[in-house]
Every structure is written in structure tokens, then in C-alpha cells.
T-cell receptor, first 112, second 113 residues
Framework: DAGVIQSPRHEVTEMGQEVTLRCKPI?????LFWYRQTMMRGLELLIY????????DSGMPEDRFSAKMPNASFSTLKIQPSEPRDSAVYFC??????????FGNGTRLTVT | DQQVKQNSPSLSVQEGRISILNCDYT??????FLWYKKYPAEGPTFLIS?????DKNEDGRFTVFLNKSAKHLSLHIVPSQPGDSAVYFC????????????FGKGTKLTVNP
């Protein structure tokens, strides 16, 4: 079991550029979550999927953010256009349901 | 508004002593509580959980206590070890499971040898 795999580990980009973060959940896990960690707000849930269907995206900050899960083994979080205030660590997590979340190691995004 | 609060950003204890990390919540609908541990450059990892039908859950050196009337939970680590040095997050859910976990901001624990 390789765990939840996120890529890239670090991303540095300029304001206005498109950023795509990727996640491969643990095989067999029906739930996938995207979290963002900042000093000010801590860990906040952005969106989660169940069986590849978005269930709750109320945490997505604005229309610049979008997430997709085209199949059970892959999800993306896209920011277009990116802004300096989007700088944070973005975590993907998966779960088989009523069990605790398994987190990836995160993507540290820096927007200059 | 923060529904899960960890009011101590940091805590320092000596090896072998007890570490007590505290967490308060405001949403009375929360019925499932978890603690996660996070090392630098890694994702949070699950440590221990408790359902609202219990007031204590123990797993080895780790014990979580829940006081529903006070909307307060705590994590006790006995004895503390240097390897326990990490950031500890308290989390809560209103659905009896892990959907829509609400996290606190974390407490950085340092265990000194």
C-alpha cells in the first residue's frame, strides 16, 4: 500500500498562472478529500468526493478553484488564475468510508 | 468562526512526563472526535478517536477524554517520548464518521530528552 500520492511536492509559480495539483488515492477508498493548510486558517476542507462524484464543494474559496475526479484513482485541484494568497500546503486524503482519513504528504504551493 | 479550537499553539514537556493537549468545540452536533499527529513535510496521520457515546478511549500511551457538557476533549500521552514531538490536530465530525472533518489549528508538542 503506497498510501495517498500527491504531486508535485512543491510548486512555485507566478501570479496569474494556472496551477494543477494531483492526487492518487489509496486503492479501494471511496472518499477523496482536498484540504488546504495555512497559518491563519489551519486545515480547512475545500471539497470532497464519494465514488468520484463531488459531494460538498462549499469550502472552495472562489471560482478560480476547481476540482475533478475523472476516475477512482485520480483527482486534480486546479487554480486559475493563481494569486499570492493561494500560497499554502494542499493536502489530499482518502478514506474507505467510516474510517479515519489517510493523508498524502501535501503540495506546498508558492505564488509570487 | 472556529468550531474547533486548540488554544495552545505549543507545549513543551520533559521525556517521561505526561503531555496533555486540549481541544474545545462549539458545535453541539459534533459526535465523533479524532486526533491526528503531523511531522514536518508529512501529512497528518490518524492517532486516536472517540465517539460521543464514550467519555474515554485508550490506545497504549495515548488516551483521549471527552467532556460533552463542557464541549472539551483532551489527549494524554504517558509517558512522553522525544519521538512524540510533532504537531497535534484535534478534529470533529457531525456525521459519526470522517466526512467533513473540522480541524483545529494544531498544537506543537516538543518532548525534551
Amino acid at each position: 500500500d503506497a498510501g495517498v500520492i500527491q504531486s508535485p511536492r512543491h510548486e512555485v509559480t507566478e501570479m496569474g498562472q494556472e496551477v494543477t495539483l494531483r492526487c492518487k488515492p489509496i486503492s479501494g477508498h471511496d472518499y477523496l478529500f482536498w484540504y488546504r493548510q495555512t497559518m491563519m486558517r489551519g486545515l480547512e476542507l475545500l471539497i470532497y468526493f464519494n465514488n468520484n462524484v463531488p459531494i460538498d464543494d462549499s469550502g472552495m474559496p472562489e471560482d478560480r478553484f476547481s476540482a475533478k475526479m475523472p476516475n477512482a484513482s485520480f483527482s486534480t485541484l486546479k487554480i486559475q488564475p493563481s494569486e499570492p494568497r493561494d500560497s499554502a500546503v494542499y493536502f489530499c486524503a482518502s478514506s474507505p468510508g467510516v474510517s479515519p482519513l489517510h493523508f498524502g504528504n501535501g503540495t506546498r504551493l508558492t505564488v509570487t | 468562526d472556529q468550531q474547533v479550537k486548540q488554544n495552545s499553539p505549543s507545549l513543551s514537556v520533559q521525556e517521561g512526563r505526561i503531555s496533555i493537549l486540549n481541544c474545545d468545540y462549539t458545535n453541539s452536533m459534533f459526535d465523533y472526535f479524532l486526533w491526528y499527529k503531523k511531522y514536518p513535510a508529512e501529512g497528518p496521520t490518524f492517532l486516536i478517536s472517540i465517539s460521543s457515546i464514550k467519555d474515554k478511549n485508550e490506545d497504549g500511551r495515548f488516551t483521549v477524554f471527552l467532556n460533552k457538557s463542557a464541549k472539551h476533549l483532551s489527549l494524554h500521552i504517558v509517558p512522553s517520548q522525544p519521538g512524540d514531538s510533532a504537531v497535534y490536530f484535534c478534529a470533529a465530525s457531525a456525521r459519526g464518521g470522517s466526512e467533513k472533518l473540522v480541524f483545529g489549528k494544531g498544537t506543537k508538542l516538543t518532548v525534551n530528552p
